[in-house]
């Protein structure tokens, strides 16, 4: 099932929680001791960092897949964890990053030290909006055993309703020769059972992402017959053609940007699993370096505004995930759902 280790800051308590949570994703990873140790220290900053120059944020902790997928086989996962605050940002962001720096208007020391450390770093910061710092760490890879990564990368946040263990919600993507393949699975309800049904969508995604989307949605059906059954919206970039097709049962949104505009893409009505439309159409699209792509679930209101900031747009997928997740959260709009982003985006061209 989807765990999520979904940390509250508030207090000086809550440091020990976050390193614990992170320790306890290091061991479901299958991290040796050194990079758990490493995912216990950058837990342990990001947390006290939080507390001591944001006034308090959340800490959420994951087992994802890489963002980019350099093999056919499924990836080992790797631990991330994401520190979302709304506090005064960041003034300097380039200095905040150097080691031993810290004043009262940034996050302080830490964050040099889990750039230094972290497989991959992102950071995305306004002033008088709050910050999103996101690390990942996973297993060593031998140099000789290292690919060459796909034209295309991905990542998302998951944020479990009411801080709940599980999520009903799940993302995930996968690669068979030229396609990638991005999923975002909503579990009807909450809860468990929720997440059985979005686990047992990424396990037929990992067996079955050699199939174009519309056949793919049959055999998750097929596979999530007994369960509550999902919402599924599948993204698969073939990368030879550099095309993408579209398809999606439910209601995850999905938004498409092109140059500087946004399109949305359709979805059937039903759910996966219990309810599956009669015939079931794709969209095929070009796919350029200008494109990325937003799939969310309805955790997301409704009216949401897709980011235009050029930093954000060209971040990290999951930190472009954390800060719209923030961003169009409100105390006058409670979340009554699991919530949850999944970006598909280019790969920079140094990073191809």
Do not use: Y
């Not at 002033?127 to 991905?154: E, K, W």
């Not at 979005?198 to 989307?213: K, M, N, Y």
């Not at 030879?240 to 505009?261: K, P, S, Y």
């Amino acid at each position: 099932m989807a765990r999520v280790w979904h940390v509250p800051v508030q207090d000086s308590t809550r440091v020990r929680d976050a390193r614990v949570a992170a320790e306890s994703a290091a061991a479901f990873a299958g991290l040796d001791e050194p990079r758990t140790a490493a995912v216990a220290l950058v837990a342990t900053e990001l947390a006290t960092n939080l507390l001591k120059h944001a006034g308090g944020g959340l800490l959420l902790v994951d087992v994802v897949a890489p963002p980019a997928l350099p093999g056919n086989a499924e990836e080992a996962g790797v631990v991330q964890i994401a520190a979302v605050d709304h506090g005064p940002g960041i003034a300097d962001v380039t200095e905040a990053l150097r080691d031993g720096f810290s004043t009262t208007r940034s996050l302080g020391a830490g964050l040099g030290t889990c750039r230094r450390i972290a497989d991959d770093f992102g950071l995305h910061s306004v002033l008088g909006r709050g910050t999103v710092a996101l690390v990942r760490i996973g297993p060593v890879v031998p140099a000789h055993a290292r690919q060459r990564a796909a034209a295309a990368r991905s990542g998302g946040v998951v944020v479990p309703f009411a801080g709940a263990d599980f999520s009903g919600d799940a993302w995930a993507w996968a690669r068979a020769g030229d396609r990638l393949t991005l999923m975002l699975a909503d579990g009807l309800g909450h809860g468990p059972e929720a997440s059985r049904a979005s686990a047992a969508a990424v396990r037929e995604l990992h067996r079955s992402a050699h199939l174009p989307p519309p056949e793919l949605l049959r055999r998750l059906h097929t596979e999530l017959a007994g369960t509550r059954g999902a919402a599924v919206a599948l993204a698969q970039l073939e990368t030879d053609v550099n095309r993408l097709r579209f398809a999606g049962v439910g209601n995850i949104g999905a938004r498409l940007r092109e140059g500087g505009t946004w399109r949305s893409l359709l979805s059937r009505p039903g759910i996966v699993g219990v309810h599956r439309p009669t015939t079931l159409t794709e969209t095929l699209l070009p796919w350029s370096a200008d494109r990325l792509l937003i799939l969310h679930s309805d955790g997301l209101p409704s009216r949401w505004v897709p980011p235009s900031d050029p930093l954000l747009l060209a971040a990290d997928p999951a930190v472009l995930a954390a800060v719209t997740i923030r961003d169009a959260s409100s105390s006058a709009s409670p979340v009554r759902d699991d919530t949850s982003v999944a970006v598909l985006a280019p790969n920079p061209p140094e990073r191809a």
